[in-house]
């Protein structure tokens, strides 16, 4: 369980996060949507003790993130948005140094090594350099890594992105298994449909806070939508999402 | 929990792996003390062999109004080196010696005599055939200088009223001394100290780069801190790999510069000798080399805390860099400013300096490395250089994993 209280981060004069809060249940998929800069990076970079709250605090599976990083690191996956490979390790090296650091080795590990690359289609690659994979076999190899310690809570940010078809279906079906599992499952993405079909409850972040959170079923009848997608637009105002597209694309310019 | 000590075998056993993979960092790491060198002996090789060849077929040489100098003439056909071209067909000779029509007048008169030496072109044959001819000259120019003082009844110290001799001084207590005073060769002197910091010139300062703010740049920091593993372990790891391929490429440099100072050293003794047989040759430079284990015994003691010291300090910078654009303004800082300070630092200083100098960080062992060739660092000095070096090299490895540590130094970059 990921347990988040009035969690806030500022970096110079920039309130990234303002105040979030929210719990994530074992056995539940939770969604994190938002446009672009709301904050669902920040936040989630502080539930996996890389960046640390200016305000509040979060438990995950009980532990505090400001005082308990080495035991949250433990008990938490995180699959990071932007993640890359070291080029001259192949596959089973990255999933065995990652493992090794969360101090595992032996039979053991050389097996949920194994059972990794056959989930997640990795085959074929196992035992190939990282230098030259595409995208989406770099998606598989990061995912591996966050998964190999086998932890209770899983983050996933945007786990989907650049994965074609059927890897996309492997990664849901891995993700609707975590739930089966009982595992506590926070998601971020950009894809409605798939938070739809995959999450159990959404929170919905703009400008470092929550607007509106609950099942994506309730959002949809309390706005009045036919999608979720229709929802999401409504909260966040047409007008807000515009700005942010156009303060992206000025950025990017840049 | 994982210990600090596991973490640094995984990291230090990855970071190994990768580096014995990544031809390019190895091809800059050590290309300039195997090539650099390598290239500068086959040219030497080539050029020698050259110049003995074209010097056993002897050098072509034309020498015009011959009939003036008889005797000159006859050195020069005696000469082996060289070869007396026809006046028919001066276009075979590299050299014209021109010889002027009242030679034998003005020598008769006790008067000077000019000789004109034209090179057909600028090559190195024709240096090597000038010098040789030069030679001939000058050999003839001592005999009629020595006729000229016998008939006046001097003798050739009357040329020379005032003789200089040198020695150098040295310590009484300097620690691996040759016991011929005089010191080393100055080559060395000024080599060596340059080898401690060639690292950072070569593909070292790439590893350093590639393992910390590589680490951004490829984003595949945020995979490492997300885990419980030790900040302390991860740069001991990472730094051991880069200490070890450090001190690889500056032992090179190293045994380089030795050779240098023992070739320096028996170099005149080889050149002494007519004849000299290959064995003789190895035996001369391992006699002149007697006295190198002390002397790398005491460069050992310096060197490692200082390179220790510098790769942490370097480590530290690239942890808090963003990228490498930001990296690479503070390298191409040091890699101007560190073989410049060393120079200065060589050159500026005074000889025997109170030993607490040994003990300022930095300089303190670039004047030890120098007065260690100079035979003027006492074991006191060696000691002094040694034990702050030590705890130089701590603070820096503390200072770079607090700095690998901090949020705000790591999570610069972060996409």
Sequence with gaps: ?254 | MMRPWDVYRIVFRKEFRELLRDRRSLFWLFAPPIILPGIALCAGIFIGTQAIRIASEGFPILVENAEEAPELVERFATEDSLVLVDANTPEDAVLVVTIPEDFQERLANNETTNINLTSRNNSLITFFGRTVVRGVIDEYNEALLNQRLESQNLTREWLTPIQIGERTEKSDEAVASNGEGGGRNIVATIFLPLAVTSWLLGGGMGLVLDSTVGEKERQTIENLLVTPASRIGIVMGKMTVIFIASMAVMSLWLIEGVLLNALGSVGPEINGTQHISTAETLELLLESGSDVIGLIAALIVMVVPFTVMLNALVMAWCAYAANYREANLFMALVQLGLPASVLLTIFSLPPDLANPVYGIPFLGTIVGIRDLFSENLSTAGLLICFVTGILYAMAAIAFAAWMFGREWSLTRGLQ
């Design chain 1, 1 to 254: 369980m990921i347990k988040v209280e009035h969690l806030a981060k500022t970096f110079k004069q920039f309130e990234a996060v303002k105040d979030i809060s929210f719990t994530a249940h074992d056995g539940e998929v939770f969604g994190l949507l938002g446009p672009n800069g709301a904050g669902k990076t920040t936040t989630l970079r502080m539930l996996s003790t890389v960046v640390t709250p200016t305000a509040g605090t979060a438990q995950v599976n009980g532990f505090d993130i400001r005082h308990q990083k080495d035991q949250v690191r433990s008990s938490l996956g995180i699959l990071v948005e932007s993640a890359g490979l070291y080029s001259h390790s192949t596959t089973r090296e990255h999933l065995r140094f990652i493992g090794n650091l969360h101090g595992l080795n032996g039979n053991g590990l050389e097996k949920r090594i194994n059972d990794l690359i056959e989930a997640l289609a990795m085959t074929d690659f196992a035992d190939r350099r990282a230098e030259g994979f595409s995208r989406g076999m770099v998606r598989k190899v990061v995912m591996g890594m966050a998964l190999v310690h086998n932890p209770p809570n899983v983050i996933l940010d945007e786990p989907t992105q650049g994965l074609d078809v059927v890897s996309t279906r492997a990664v849901r079906e891995i993700i609707h298994r975590f739930k089966t599992e009982g595992r506590c499952v926070i998601l971020s993405t950009h894809h409605m449909d798939e938070v739809e079909r995959l999450c159990d409850r959404v929170a919905i972040i703009h400008r470092g806070q929550i607007l509106e959170s609950g099942t994506p079923r309730e959002l949809i009848q309390k706005y009045n939508t036919e999608s979720l997608e229709s929802a999401f637009v409504e909260i966040i105002g047409a007008e807000a999402l515009l700005a942010e597209a156009e303060r992206e694309a000025q950025h990017h310019k840049s």
